[in-house]
Nanobody, 122 residues
């Protein structure tokens, strides 16, 4: 089993910044991609950004130029730096990762964190 624990959410004024962190622990042999999703009330969960083990990043158009995803492989941690926050960024942010959990299998498994609330006041 793999556990993902997010932190760093909160209430911020529009134009402000927040930094989310997600630490992965448990039975981890290798981490493939990690990323952040978000879900606003009444909306479907959507990809915000993800990053491969090699450092290649991908962003939703709505956050390009404002958000930056990064990872520390030694700490099994992924970060999301969010700048110039807007009210439409208000959502629960979920950490997601694809993990290989053993050396004898190349299968990867997807895990989710419990989510952290980000609220941007206008």
């Amino acid at each position: 089993q793999v556990q993902l624990v997010e932190s760093g959410g909160g209430l911020v004024q529009g134009g402000g910044s927040l930094r989310l962190s997600c630490v992965a622990s448990g039975r981890i042999f290798n981490i493939n991609s990690m990323g952040w999703y978000r879900q606003a009330p009444g909306k479907e969960r959507e990809l915000v950004a993800d990053i491969t083990s090699g450092g290649r990043t991908n962003y939703a158009d709505s956050v390009k130029g404002r958000f930056t995803i990064s990872r520390d492989n030694a700490k099994n941690t992924v970060y999301l730096q969010m700048n110039s926050l807007k009210s439409e960024d208000t959502a629960v942010y979920y950490c997601n990762g694809a993990f290989r959990t053993s050396s004898w299998s190349t299968s990867t498994y997807e895990y989710w964190g419990q989510g952290t609330q980000v609220t941007v006041s206008s």
